[in-house]
């Protein structure tokens, strides 16, 4: 009995030079350990104190419940942190002068401008683009995202991963051609994600209000040279950095409607990544309700058969 007593309290010592301050034993663990005490005092009555070692004297258990006696409480893992991102800093916002003549030679310097600002040069990665806006620059209509993905950055181009391949899709359910319209994207770079390497990074995250505050002047300066009739804004962070920021909590409040920016009518939708994440005909059918009034604000024509589109359960 003295040795397992011995035995208890160099584990009470071992688990308290660790760092635990607390060990739950069930009730039955304690009454047993009083027994064993008093069958000990009860063996050697007459025996002096000094007689037992103060070793073997057990260490003050608290009582708290567990499943068996003297099992150390789990000590629960430190949650890692989430990674926080910092708004970068910025320079303040370019101010874009567009050069005089046509609208091919002012997009070409605007681009040519855009792909060399040294601003967003720094924020690329060794093998990616910048990416400026594409399409026609006669189009009646401009659809305007938030930033490049993971393909956008590697192609140069907005919208050419699984949501811009839908996106043309839904552009040719209106009965145009991807060709036949505008996208860009309110910001030129990928924004970086922490812990990010120089091969790439895994994920994107929405760009800050600093980042977009500083490449709005440049999609600015495409809806001067474009001139389209109307804009759509893709998504809520577009129509964040649209409308205002903080101007809004959910898409829901501004989805649907008719706003303005750059004194042109707009119109705020889904991103087409909404219809990716569960293509259901609901879903499909509310982004189509909102393209149905851009289409009708353009100018285009509106067959019945797409009026229909997506109400089928």
């Given at each position: 009995?003295?040795a397992?007593?011995?035995?208890?309290?160099e584990?009470?010592?071992?688990?308290?030079?660790a760092?635990?301050?607390?060990?739950?034993?069930?009730?039955?663990?304690l009454?047993?350990?009083?027994?064993?005490?008093?069958?000990r005092?009860?063996?050697?009555?007459?025996a002096?104190?000094a007689?037992v070692?103060?070793?073997a004297e057990?260490a003050?258990?608290?009582r708290?419940?567990?499943a068996?006696?003297f099992?150390?409480?789990?000590t629960?893992?430190?949650k890692p942190?989430?990674?926080?991102v910092?708004e970068p800093?910025?320079p303040p916002?370019p101010?874009?002068v567009?050069p005089e003549?046509?609208?091919a030679?002012r997009w070409a310097?605007l681009?040519?401008?855009?792909l060399g600002d040294p601003?967003c040069?720094?924020h690329?990665?060794?093998g990616k683009?910048v990416?400026?806006?594409?399409?026609?620059?006669?189009?009646r209509?401009?659809?305007v995202?938030?930033?490049p993905?993971?393909e956008?950055?590697?192609?140069g181009?907005?919208?050419v991963?699984?949501a811009g391949?839908?996106?043309t899709k839904m552009?040719?359910g209106m009965?145009?051609k991807?060709?036949?319209?505008y996208?860009?994207?309110?910001?030129n770079?990928?924004?970086?994600?922490p812990?990010?390497?120089a091969?790439?990074?895994?994920?994107?995250?929405?760009p800050?209000?600093?980042?977009m505050?500083?490449?709005?002047?440049y999609?600015?300066?495409?809806?001067?040279?474009?001139?389209?009739?109307l804009l759509v804004?893709?998504?809520?962070?577009?129509a964040e950095?649209l409308?205002?920021?903080?101007t809004?909590?959910?898409?829901?409040?501004?989805?649907?409607?008719?706003?303005e920016?750059a004194?042109r009518?707009l119109?705020?939708t889904?991103h087409?990544?909404?219809?990716?994440?569960?293509?259901?005909?609901r879903?499909?059918?509310?982004?189509?309700?909102?393209?149905l009034q851009?289409?009708e604000?353009?100018?285009?024509?509106?067959?019945?058969?797409?009026?229909?589109?997506?109400?089928?359960?």
């Amino acid at each position: 009995m003295r040795a397992s007593l011995t035995a208890i309290t160099e584990e009470l010592q071992r688990l308290k030079a660790a760092g635990v301050r607390a060990v739950p034993v069930t009730e039955e663990g304690l009454r047993n350990l009083r027994a064993q005490i008093a069958a000990r005092r009860t063996a050697l009555p007459a025996a002096p104190k000094a007689a037992v070692p103060p070793a073997a004297e057990p260490a003050p258990v608290p009582r708290e419940r567990s499943a068996s006696a003297f099992t150390p409480a789990p000590t629960p893992a430190p949650k890692p942190a989430a990674p926080t991102v910092k708004e970068p800093p910025l320079p303040p916002a370019p101010a874009v002068v567009l050069p005089e003549g046509d609208k091919a030679a002012r997009w070409a310097a605007l681009r040519t401008m855009v792909l060399g600002d040294p601003v967003c040069q720094s924020h690329v990665r060794p093998g990616k683009q910048v990416v400026f806006g594409v399409g026609s620059i006669e189009a009646r209509i401009m659809f305007v995202g938030e930033a490049p993905g993971a393909e956008e950055e590697v192609q140069g181009e907005p919208f050419v991963g699984p949501a811009g391949q839908l996106l043309t899709k839904m552009i040719q359910g209106m009965g145009l051609k991807r060709e036949e319209v505008y996208i860009g994207n309110i910001m030129n770079w990928r924004p970086e994600m922490p812990g990010g390497n120089a091969q790439g990074q895994v994920g994107n995250r929405p760009p800050t209000e600093a980042e977009m505050r500083y490449c709005l002047p440049y999609l600015r300066a495409q809806i001067e040279v474009v001139n389209p009739v109307l804009l759509v804004a893709l998504g809520k962070t577009a129509a964040e950095g649209l409308l205002g920021f903080h101007t809004f909590k959910a898409l829901g409040d501004v989805r649907g409607r008719w706003h303005e920016f750059a004194g042109r009518p707009l119109m705020v939708t889904y991103h087409p990544s909404y219809i990716l994440r569960e293509p259901t005909n609901r879903k499909k059918r509310m982004i189509w309700e909102d393209l149905l009034q851009v289409m009708e604000r353009a100018g285009l024509p509106v067959s019945d058969k797409q009026r229909g589109y997506f109400l089928g359960k």
